[in-house]
């Protein structure tokens, strides 16, 4: 069965600082897809990337940077110089395709504080 | 942009009554999910659809009910309002190919005393 784990409950980190949240997946498919969202503490689900499982190339998006190994099983997720809008709780997931039914396992959740 | 639309937005139930989320997305998506969120625990898949008429259970199923009648609309009930069913719950749609973008309602949030 498919699992994701992001071990970090809760980060808290001075403004400025970089910050990785990290996330390991099982699954035993060959083809699937990775995502982060985001949790604003207005309580919406933001998407911030999609990677599927053939494009193991990292990702630059301003101060977001994904890192997808294949090898260890991890999509981990860093924002560089962090900003005290970046805090919010932070979710991994993992797409379970069942006939094409796109279903999606998150993991637990990393609550991400930045103080000014 | 209307996007996906929940309502209502918050809810208060007394245990044993019964209540239907909406759900509604204008993007022609024939996927449509419902998802719910406890502390601790992220997000688990209640029920999903892949078109009008199909609907089938995701990993939390118990004392929901979904239908599909239109693409466009895919309600959720509760049956009969259990204290465990407090939660977040949001809906969320996509196009029915693999790896894309999967968008969310902005979330219900249901208490049951």
């Known amino acids: 069965a498919q699992k994701v784990t992001q071990a970090q409950t809760e980060i808290s980190v001075v403004e400025k600082e970089d910050v990785t949240l990290d996330c390991v997946y099982e699954t035993r498919d060959t083809t699937y897809y990775l995502f982060w969202y985001k949790q604003p503490p207005s309580g919406e689900l933001v998407f911030l990337i999609r990677r599927n499982s053939f494009d193991e190339q990292n990702e630059i998006s301003g101060r977001y940077s994904w890192n997808f190994q294949k090898s260890t099983s991890s999509f981990n997720f860093t924002i560089t110089a962090s900003q005290v809008v970046d805090s919010a709780v932070y979710f991994c997931a993992l797409s379970d395709v069942d006939q094409g039914a796109q279903k999606l396992v998150f993991g637990q959740g990393t609550r991400l504080t930045i103080n000014p | 942009n209307a996007g996906v639309t929940q309502t209502p937005k918050f809810q208060v139930l007394k245990t044993g009554q019964s209540m239907t989320l909406q759900c509604a997305q204008d993007?022609?998506?024939?996927?449509m999910s419902w998802y719910r969120q406890d502390p601790g625990m992220g997000l688990r898949l209640i029920h999903y659809?892949?078109?009008?008429?199909?609907?089938d259970q995701g990993e939390v199923p118990n004392g929901y009910n979904v239908s599909r009648s239109t693409t466009e609309d895919f309600p959720l009930r509760l049956l009969s309002a259990a204290p465990s069913q407090t939660s977040v719950y949001f809906c969320?749609?996509?196009?029915?190919?693999?790896?894309?973008?999967?968008?969310f309602g902005e979330g219900s949030w249901l208490t049951v005393v």
């Open positions: 659809s892949v078109g009008a008429g199909i609907t």
């Open positions: 969320a749609s996509s196009p029915w190919t693999s790896g894309n973008t999967i968008y």
């Open positions: 993007m022609n998506h024939e996927y």
